[in-house]
């Protein structure tokens, strides 16, 4: 039933250590993203991606990355965890890359201690 | 660099006693204007979009407003399950327009 769902909900973790968080639509949308939602609530863009392109935002490290098995599927890689990851994470989708409304999962809190 | 502020950063509105969100922007080129509503422990959820100054959009008690500069959303006559916090983004017309820029949101809270 639910249009964009994201596992888990919570992850709590060490430093150093990588983890994964899993998304999936069922709207049949074209472009998936991630999003990091920060102490401050500020949403910023991650990573955008539809089945011919991969946009990173430049401000993200390469301990992330993402991982897209199909169309419906875009998972997050974080490598040697750190501090600073903490944050809340979701996962969106659209019809396409243009001026379209996002859709939202909600959100994998990611506890680093 | 484009920026989006949300004012205030909290409300409080007694049951019944209308207000108005303000979202100023500054962007090289406006594609569109989103309005979002986000629950505790949840994602934002899809309210509105708004394409060009002078366009107005409604749903239930929600009215959302844009000029050349700043959006509002008008909620009239609120209810407490209108207690959310609500959040703007821009869609910029420029390069890497592939992003929205959120602003931090206003949370407002409707006493009965």
């Known amino acids: 039933d639910t249009a964009v769902s994201q596992t888990p909900k919570y992850l709590v973790t060490q430093m150093g250590n990588d983890k994964s968080i899993k998304c999936e639509q069922n709207?049949?949308?074209?472009?998936m993203y991630w999003y990091k939602q920060d102490s401050k609530k500020f949403l910023k863009i991650m990573f955008s991606y539809n089945n011919k392109e991969l946009i990173i935002n430049e401000t993200v490290p390469n301990r992330f990355s993402p991982k897209s098995p199909d169309k419906a599927h875009l998972n997050l890689h974080i490598n040697s965890l750190e501090l600073g990851d903490s944050a809340v994470y979701f996962c969106?989708?659209?019809?396409?890359?243009?001026?379209?409304?996002?859709?939202f999962g909600n959100g994998t809190r990611l506890t680093v201690t | 660099e484009d920026q989006v502020t949300q004012s205030p950063e909290a409300l409080r509105l007694q049951e019944g006693e209308s207000s108005s969100l303000n979202c100023s922007y500054t962007?090289?080129?406006?594609?569109?204007l989103f309005w979002y509503r986000q629950d505790p422990g949840k994602g934002p959820e899809f309210l509105f979009t708004l394409y060009s100054a002078g366009e107005e959009k409604e749903k239930e008690r929600l009215k959302a407003t844009l000029t050349k500069k700043e959006s509002f959303l008008h909620i009239t006559a609120p209810k407490p399950e209108d207690s959310a916090t609500y959040l703007c983004?821009?869609?910029?017309?420029?390069?890497?327009?592939?992003?929205?820029?959120f602003g931090k949101g206003t949370k407002l809270s409707v006493i009965p």
């Open positions: 983004a821009v869609h910029p017309s420029g390069a890497g327009s592939y992003q929205l820029t």
């Open positions: 969106a989708s659209s019809p396409k890359s243009g001026v379209s409304p996002l859709h």
């Open positions: 709207l049949g949308h074209d472009t």
């Open positions: 962007v090289s080129g406006l594609r569109g």
